[in-house]
Structure formats: C-alpha cells, structure tokens
C-alpha cells in the first residue's frame, strides 16, 4: 500500500477513542490512526459507547464507516 493509495486500507482491528458518543441507534465518531496521523470516520455499534472510550474497529461498512466495540477494560 503506498503512502497515498486508500483503495487497500482496511481499518479492521485498529484500536481509536470515541469523539463523539455513539448511541444505540445512530452513528458516533471515532478517531483512527490512519498513515501517521488520526482520521475521523463515522462509527456504528451494537451497544452504545460514551465520548473518550477505547474501541476497536470490528467492520467498516464504507471507506469513512466502521463498526466498533469497546475495548474490554
């Protein structure tokens, strides 16, 4: 994967922070350590996860959408 190519990226099993909560029924954001820095993607999950909360990336639903879970404490 080159430095600037995102088509092979797959967010599956980073770790990122809760910047926006995420609730039940609705999207959250999450920031991501992406080619050296954090990126802000859209964040789903099964069970609602607060602001500043440790998730891991289980799917990603589109190149800016993923799936989260918390991070076992």
């Known amino acids: 994967m080159s430095a600037t ?3 092979d990226f797959s967010p599956i099993g980073v770790i990122g ?11 959250g ?3 991501l350590p992406v080619r ?6 859209a964040a789903w999950s099964r069970v609602p996860i607060d602001r500043h909360t440790q998730v891991i990336v289980v799917d990603h639903t589109s190149a800016r959408s993923v ?3 918390p991070l076992p404490a």
């Open 67 to 69: 799936i989260v879970a």
């Open 29 to 31: 954001e999450v920031l």
């Open 17 to 27: 922070r809760v910047t926006v909560s995420i609730p039940a029924d609705g999207p």
């Open 5 to 7: 190519d995102d088509t």
């Open 36 to 41: 050296g820095g954090t990126e802000a993607f």
